[in-house]
């Protein structure tokens, strides 16, 4: 999912602000959402562990208890996973691009605007890959989002860094003057 701020703002360095986003992984849940869907299944699953329980069956009670609490950290993963937070800002001079781990670790990029190429790889949905270039360096973006909102990106964020001037022809050859 990825919000787009179309108003222009102020960014740190004084220049103004063409193109503002910020991308996040599509969240299905909410933290309180998952608390009640493991309540929910943790009641479930107590009258059946107990029913083996009292028939015998003892290490079936250990083995369900496992599973509720392998069920709950895996959801807690998934919702943690979520949390990653890639920005973009398209000043009249820089590209900034910020990414937010899941785990809180903080990783920034700045490019010249007038070197910075997005770049959209791969035809279909599988392979296809938003990326910014500049002087060798590349910077994938979001990776976690679908393909179709991967070109929506693209097409919002090259309008503002390839629009800022055509590019330069080489003369032919013949045409050279000397002076």
């Known amino acids: ?39 929910l299944v943790g009641i479930a699953m107590v009258p059946v562990a107990l029913g083996f329980f009292l028939l015998g069956a003892w290490p079936v009670f250990g083995f369900m208890g496992l599973e509720l609490a392998l069920l709950v950290a895996l959801l807690h993963f998934n919702f943690r996973r979520s949390g990653v937070v ?31 190429r997005v770049k959209l790889t791969g035809t279909d949905d599988r392979d296809c890959r938003l990326e910014v270039r500049s002087h060798g360096r590349v910077v994938p973006l979001g990776g976690f989002l679908t393909a179709d909102e991967r070109r929506e990106v693209w097409s919002a964020m090259n309008r503002f860094v390839s629009a800022i001037c055509a590019p330069a022809r080489p003369m032919a050859p013949g045409n050279l003057q000397e002076s």
Do not use: C
């Open 86 to 116: 890639e920005r973009v800002q398209v000043t009249e001079r820089q590209v900034h691009l910020e990414r937010i781990s899941h785990w809180g670790r903080r990783e920034a990029w700045s490019f010249p605007r007038h070197w910075a």
């Open 1 to 39: 999912m990825y919000q787009a701020t179309p108003s222009p703002a102020l960014a740190v360095d004084g220049d103004s602000v063409l193109f503002a986003a910020e991308l996040r992984p599509n969240r299905s849940s909410t933290s309180r959402a998952i608390k009640w869907l493991a309540l």
